[in-house]
Structures are given as structure tokens and as C-alpha cells.
């Protein structure tokens, strides 16, 4: 099972914020899709689109992003499924002519759902040179995925969290902020933005934001053999030192009770969301122009106060609105207006302009556009 | 001329919410635009005011108030525009 | 406070990505290119902090380093498996034996001339390690290292 088990159809550009050069770009490839099947990849590639802009704080810098999907047609769909795995678990026993070979059952786990990661790297460098990221999406329903070079996951509703997960780290070298087999860390302080063994108020890693209140260490351990699983001593959302990373139960602290770097199904903390945020703010389109127009014109009755709308703005340009007459008026102020702003959708963003004639004369008036950001 | 989103928060249904940013340089020319985190088609969700405190010589503080037009909670981004 | 204020100096918008191979103790490059795109922000501030764990640094002839990034376990010895339950716990599985490939990518800035990956020696316990050079790479057209002259 090989790049000889399917082909690269095509490449299309999901999400435009402009060059590729400038912003941070992900790509989604397909794996386990036969042709008749990449229509579902396409939804399936949206759904992912979908998730990480609902996902903070991707959603704040959604800007700093480009998206694309590269439809791969395999030969066979879906994924290795090997009957018997060592973990215990039973699968189907079939085996898939796939482009990335993907595979349930990595080293004896169902869950760990992997494939040929350098192929993947190679694909999408090939498709997108300035690829940032990668994610694979498999076409199996079953919950799986991986990291690495690229991240893996199946189609299953819960595993997109392993990608955005596994981008904290590949992407923007989050630690992990949960302990495993590993009991007491004794090394130096790491070099990761959301770990630390400095328990100190005033130097430790993100003293700036802990409140005064707040005790330090905020979650000890007091068994360092084992996960602590006791509840959170302080509200949701408080920032402090709670010990767990890097697979160590102990000896590392991280900076709150819930994160995704800690365990799926949460929001990134305050830390990994600023980390994130730190990285994919140099993506952001830069001052540009401006560039200027007139939007539409109009003439008002006297008095009349009247809305216009325009719509299909890109969400991401920087735009100012400014409205005049063209119908000299003396003395005294001729129009007034007012915009308001719809978010239509992901991507667009819907001007209401409301225009006032304060006079008792009709009036033309000309809507005008600056355009400060554009890429 | 630069540009930059300076926060984003929640303004609840209904509801306003004042912001404020401290330490812009009087020498600016600053302007400020909202823009919705949310979508939600068919009908505006915000508008913005922007009020203005000289804080010291050499200071300037922006008050943002942002205003929710709708009947649920949205997420709201505001952007500065500095022109020189 | 001002979030951002403009760029103090041009960030370039052309890098270098290395992508290497590792097999055990044993890592390799496999393809150096440039590329038109944004490395990611410079990790010295991080750095000057914290040394343990992976980071990879830009160095000039001197070796001095002009540009560092802090890296996740690029060279991996084991899996993170997941649950679908949320806020269950995650664990890791070994791998048979390590191996895989990572990449990197610094700017192409003037004076640039090697890549390290710098990290802890392998092993249980990796993370608490003192890190060192794992590998070294010249980067493409540049001459050898005054330190490497003859």
C-alpha cells in the first residue's frame, strides 16, 4: 500500500485571507477517500474548517489563516483495520489499498489511527509549498488519530480534538500538561511556554497573570505515583500553578485545572491560548493602501433617514466607512450617519449604513470605502 | 499606516460593553472599527462608539463601547487603523 | 497598552525548512529548502528562561545564534493515545523503535549559515535531560564555518 494505491486529484483553496507567504497555512489531505467518495471528503474537510473557527482562540486570529484541502483518491476507502490488535481490541480484519497506508492499531493500540507521515509531509508540500501544517483526515468512522510530522484523524465527531491538540505542539511547541507513567520531574526548567517548575509568585513563568489571591502552588499532587483526580480548589478559568506536564506527575506545573494541552474536550488555557495567539498574530494581513471608493449614492428626502446595505466584505479587510453630500448645504450640518456591522458568515461581513438628512432640502449623498488591510 | 486588532470579547443579548486601551500616542491618527466574531445572517449585530480621554501629555485613552443589536450573546473584535 | 506597534525591522517573509529522519539515536537531513513563507516568532525569550527540551537555532559562521525556536518532542519514542470521552486521560504507548521525521523552519535572514537541533540524549525521561547538539546542517551556498576553515 503506496502512493501507487491512489492519486493526487486536485488542490482547492478553502479559506483566503490572502497570500500564502504571509499567512499561516494549513493544509487537509485526504486519505481513504475512493473518487466516488471525495464529495464526503469535501464535507468531512469543511466540518474540520468549521471546528478550528469555533476553536479560541483560532477564532480571533481566523484572519491570520489560509485553508486548503487536496483531494486524494485511493483505491480502497477507508483504513487498515487489523482483526486482532494487542491492546486487546477486535477489528474488522480488513485491509485497504490506501495513498498514505493508514492504519488502526499502531504499536498494538486501536486507537492510534497513522500512516505514512513523510508521504503526507511530501503531498503537501508538493500542493501547497508554504504549508505550515498538516492534518489528515481518513475516512473511517471509528475514533482514531496520531500526531508527528502531520496529525491524523478519523472522520469520528470526537477526533478532530486529537488534530488541534496535536497542532498545539507541532505547530506552536505546547508541552503536554498531563502526567502519565512518569512520576517526579528533577531537571531544569523546560523551554516550553505552558510548563514550569518555578513556583515563586513573583518569577515564575506567567506571574503576570495570577491574582494575589490566588495560592501558589495552586494543585499539588500529594501522590506523585498517580494522576490527581480530585476536583479543582478554585473557580473555573483562574490561572495558577497546578501540577502536571511533560508525562510527569509531579516536579511541572501548568497554568490551569482545564486545558486542551491537559485533556481533549476543554478549551486551551490562558497561557497556550496566548502562545497560540503570539504565533499567528505575525500571520495578520498588514496595513495595505488604503484603497478608496465610492460604495453607492443616494438622494434623501428632508429629514428622511434612510439604510443601505452592502454585502459579501471580506471579514478580514479593514474597512472605513465615510459618508458625505454631494449637495452643498449652508448653513449648518447637512447629513449624519451611522454604521452598523453583520458578521453574514465564516468568511463575509455585511455593511448597514444608516444616512440622516438634517435638512429640509433633499440631498445626494455618496457612501465611501477605505480599505486599510486587504493581505 | 498600521494596522491590529487590539481585543475581542463577549457582549451579551442586548446588552453594551465598554472597553478601554491606554498609552496611544497623542501624535496618531487612530481609528477604530467592530467587526462581529459571530456569525449570525440577515440583520446587523453591532455598532460601535468611541469616546476619547486625553489621560496625560502624552497619552491618549480610547473608551470602545460596543453594543449587541441582537437577541443572543456574540463575540466582538475591535481593530485599530493608525494612519501615520 | 498598544498591542503592536510597527515592526521594528522587516520580517522576512522567506525561510528555510529542513525536514530530517531518525532512527533511534540516529538523525539524518533529508531535504533542505526555501521556501516563501513567515518562520515562525524567534524563542529567545523563552530560552533565556528555560533550556530543557528541544529547540533548533539559526547561527551565523561564528555560531552565534541569530534566530531560535522552541520544539515539541520532534524525535519521538512513543504515541499519545487519546479517548474519545472528554477530559479523559491521555497515555502514551513506545514505540517499537523510535523513528519518524520532523521538520523545522528559520528565517532566511543575512548571515545565516548553519541549523542545529539542539536536545536532551534519548531515553526514559528524556524531558529532564541537559540538552545538547543533535545535529548540524550547513545551510545551502554557504562556506564552511570559520571555526571549520583549514
Same mark, same amino acid.
Given at each position: 500500500m503506496s502512493a501507487a494505491d491512489g492519486v493526487v486529484v486536485g488542490t482547492t483553496k478553502l479559506v483566503d485571507h490572502g497570500p500564502d507567504s504571509a499567512r499561516w497555512t494549513l493544509v487537509l489531505l485526504a486519505e481513504g477517500y475512493q473518487q466516488a467518495e471525495l464529495a464526503k471528503f469535501h464535507t468531512d474537510a469543511d466540518a474540520f474548517v468549521t471546528r478550528l473557527f469555533s476553536t479560541p482562540p483560532y477564532t480571533e486570529l481566523w484572519c491570520a489563516l489560509n485553508i486548503y484541502r487536496v483531494d486524494i483518491a485511493s483505491n480502497g476507502s477507508g483504513a487498515d483495520d487489523p482483526a486482532a490488535c494487542a491492546d486487546g481490541a477486535v477489528g474488522t480484519g480488513t485491509m485497504v489499498s490506501t495513498f498514505f497506508d493508514s492504519t488502526f492499531c499502531v504499536a498494538g493500540t486501536r486507537r492510534l489511527l497513522a500512516g505514512d507521515e513523510h508521504l503526507a509531509d511530501t503531498t503537501a508540500k508538493a500542493a501547497v509549498p508554504e504549508v505550515d501544517a498538516t492534518v489528515v483526515i481518513v475516512n473511517a468512522a471509528e475514533y482514531g488519530g496520531a500526531g508527528g510530522l502531520v496529525a491524523w484523524t478519523s472522520t469520528n465527531a470526537a477526533a478532530g480534538e486529537i488534530a488541534v491538540h496535536e497542532l498545539g505542539h507541532s505547530a506552536f511547541a505546547l508541552g503536554d500538561e498531563y502526567g502519565d507513567t512518569l512520576n517526579t520531574y528533577a531537571g531544569a526548567e523546560p523551554n516550553q511556554p505552558n510548563l514550569t517548575i518555578d513556583t515563586s509568585r513573583a518569577t515564575t513563568r506567567w506571574a503576570g497573570l495570577i491574582r494575589a489571591t490566588t495560592a501558589l502552588p495552586t494543585m499539588d499532587n500529594p501522590d506523585c505515583t498517580t494522576e490527581d483526580s480530585r476536583p479543582s480548589p478554585v473557580p473555573a478559568g483562574t490561572i495558577g500553578l497546578f501540577a502536571g506536564g511533560n508525562r510527569y506527575h509531579c516536579g511541572l506545573y501548568h497554568a490551569e485545572y482545564r486545558c486542551r494541552m491537559r485533556a481533549l474536550g476543554n478549551p486551551f488555557c490562558a497561557v497556550c491560548a496566548g502562545t497560540i495567539k503570539a504565533t499567528l498574530r505575525t500571520h495578520l494581513p498588514m496595513a495595505s493602501g488604503p484603497v478608496r471608493g465610492v460604495q453607492f449614492t443616494g438622494t434623501l428626502a428632508p429629514r428622511q433617514t434612510h439604510q443601505w446595505f452592502t454585502h459579501d466584505w471580506p471579514a478580514c479587510w479593514h474597512v472605513i466607512w465615510t459618508v458625505s453630500t454631494t449637495t452643498p448645504v449652508t448653513p449648518g450640518p447637512g447629513i449624519d450617519w451611522h454604521v452598523r456591522v453583520e458578521r453574514a458568515n465564516r468568511e463575509t461581513i455585511t455593511y448597514w449604513i444608516e444616512v440622516t438628512n438634517l435638512t429640509s432640502t433633499s440631498l445626494d449623498v455618496e457612501a465611501r470605502y477605505a480599505i486599510a488591510a486587504r493581505e | 499606516m498600521f494596522v491590529g486588532i487590539q481585543f475581542t470579547g463577549p457582549v451579551a443579548a442586548g446588552a453594551s460593553h465598554t472597553w478601554f486601551t491606554h498609552d496611544w500616542s497623542p501624535d496618531w491618527h487612530v481609528i477604530w472599527t467592530v467587526v462581529p466574531l459571530t456569525p449570525v445572517a440577515g440583520a446587523p449585530q453591532l455598532d460601535w462608539s468611541v469616546a476619547v480621554q486625553r489621560a496625560g501629555a502624552s497619552a491618549i485613552t480610547y473608551w470602545i463601547t460596543i453594543h449587541n443589536l441582537t437577541s443572543a450573546a456574540i463575540d466582538v473584535e475591535a481593530r485599530y487603523e493608525v494612519l501615520d | 497598552m498598544v498591542e503592536q506597534r510597527p515592526p521594528e525591522k522587516p520580517i522576512p517573509n522567506r525561510s528555510w525548512r529542513l525536514t530530517f529522519k531518525y532512527e533511534g539515536d540516529a538523525v539524518t537531513l533529508v531535504e533542505q529548502e526555501s521556501v516563501a513563507m513567515l518562520a515562525p516568532p524567534d524563542d529567545a525569550a523563552l530560552l533565556e528562561r528555560g533550556q530543557a527540551g528541544f529547540h533548533v537555532e539559526l547561527q551565523d559562521a561564528d555560531g552565534k545564534p541569530l534566530y531560535r525556536r522552541v520544539l515539541h518532542a520532534p524525535i519521538r519514542d512513543s504515541y499519545e493515545v487519546f479517548s474519545p470521552e472528554p477530559g479523559a486521560a491521555?497515555?502514551?504507548?513506545?514505540? *517499537?523503535?523510535?523513528?519518524?521525521?520532523? #521538520?523545522?523552519?528559520?528565517? *532566511?535572514?543575512?548571515?545565516?549559515?548553519?541549523?542545529?537541533?539542539?536536545?536532551?540524549?534519548?531515553?526514559?525521561?528524556?524531558?529532564?535531560?541537559?540538552?545538547?547538539?543533535?545535529?548540524?546542517?550547513?545551510?545551502?551556498? #554557504?562556506?564552511?564555518? #570559520? *571555526?571549520e576553515q583549514r
Open positions: - | - | 491521555i497515555s502514551h504507548v513506545p514505540m *517499537d523503535r523510535p523513528h519518524g521525521f520532523f #521538520k523545522v523552519i528559520v528565517p *532566511d535572514v543575512a548571515g545565516g549559515h548553519s541549523v542545529v537541533v539542539v536536545g536532551p540524549p534519548s531515553g526514559i525521561g528524556r524531558a529532564a535531560a541537559v540538552s545538547g547538539p543533535i545535529i548540524r546542517v550547513q545551510l545551502h551556498g #554557504k562556506p564552511p564555518r #570559520k *571555526d
